[in-house]
């Protein structure tokens, strides 16, 4: 049955979804390909980081007015309904369910398979993505249960991996001595070969940032959602790119600026190095609880945009119901899990988070801009959050946005491709369930 979603999140559990969502997979796999591209250069490549958290900092401040005006499930697809109209939205809820939501936890259930468990279990490929396979299957099966069930997980899961992150870097900043060695901090010459490097860099940095917004699409069942949403996402987000750029500092502590380079899994071989190769299978544990609560903050929030669109008449219908006892959209969760599946199944890691991140800021350009049509057409509306420096801060966000999907496009113009053929296909997809919906 159709139904509304009930208001069971309060403000420890919006800033707990940000966190966790955002901490998965990506401070423990790309630190040593972001110091690549910046050619070794640990300060370029703190700037990279630093450079990525502001962005997601500024998208955050300014989906922050948004989400407090508009506190309904399923998030950016409302605002970029109400600005722009139903396919601009509808094309986003379509990117969201082919590549987006789902490629992001496809991602991160194949870094669980294939990167991380085999540190602890002899897997081959084949076994690996059997195992990403049923991650995406356990974390569906929790957020089917019970919106209440899947923040739970979602708060433990985040206290886990924070906790294991914090004490991981404080350990590496107190035993490691790479700090003492060939340290390169802002030497490099500033050229079209580093800043093409940076911008290479910045795709691995924006996955591993990826994550901020999904709070968004839970907004319809915050408490108070006027206080309690632009609070979570906005400390949410600050946490995070304190908590990253601590890890990277400990990371060339513990390995140097060259073992960070050529570390696959940094903070493993981090740990190993300094306390012995046991110590590396141990922070596997966190590691993996960490992917798998990043899983489940997706599997929580995402199907809340397929709810939406299902409410409008704009996607199948069976994904509005809500299911009678558990009080979820069962169907949604369902159907956006046995997707990811299939892209679990089918990318690798690199391919799968290039597509998410294009796809995203493409969308982040319209989002951003839509505060500017809201603050024009709604003077007088009530604004519990207002987005501090505006008109800059959402100038700067959308600026930075679009040189994101340029330089996405112009470093991996094959996937760009197949992603821009993806959204193309949404344009049909909807002039059909908008005649389907407009049927007596």
Known sequence: MQGDLARVLRLSDLLLIVVGTVIGSGIFLVPGNVLNSARGDVGVALLIWALGGVLSLL?????????????????????LRQAYGPLVAFL?????FFVIGSG????????????????????????GKAVAVVVIAAVAAVNVRGTRQGATVQNWSTAIKVGALLLMSVALLARGHGWGGEVRLLDTPLNG????????????????????QYVTFSAG??????????????????????????????????????????????????????FGTGWGSVITIPILISILGAANGLTLTTPRVFYAMARDGLFFGKLAEVHPRFGTPAVAVIAGSAWAMVLAVSGTFEQLYTYVVLSSWIFFVLGAAA???????????????????Y??????????????????????PTQGAIELAILATGVPAYFIWRRRSAAP
């Not at 500017?372 to 959050?385: E, G, I, Q, V």
Request: no cysteine; net charge positive; aromatic share 10%.
């Open 59 to 79: 998208g955050a401040l300014s989906f922050g007015e948004l989400g407090a005006m508009e506190p309904e499930a399923g998030g950016i697809y409302v605002y």
């Open 92 to 96: 986003y809820g379509w990117a969201m």
């Open 221 to 274: 069942e915050a408490m108070n959602p006027q206080r309690t949403f632009p609070r979570g996402i906005v400390l949410g987000t600050l946490l995070v790119v304190g908590i990253y750029l601590l890890a990277n500092v400990s990371y060339v502590a513990a390995l140097g600026a060259e073992g960070v380079g050529t570390s696959k899994r940094v903070a493993a071989d981090a740990l190993g190095r300094l």
């Open 391 to 412: 008109p800059v801060t959402p100038a700067l966000f959308i600026l930075a946005a679009v040189a994101v999907v340029v330089n996405t496009l112009a470093a991996k």
């Open 371 to 389: 505060l500017f049509l809201y603050r024009r057409r709604r003077p007088d509306a009530p604004r519990p959050f207002r987005t501090p420096g």
């Open 104 to 127: 992001s936890i496809a991602t991160l259930a194949v870094a669980f398979g294939t990167r991380y468990l085999p540190q602890l279990v002899n897997l081959g490929p084949v076994a």
């Open 193 to 212: 070969t580093l800043l093409a490097g940076a911008g290479v860099g910045m795709i691995g940095v924006l996955w591993a940032y990826e994550g901020w």
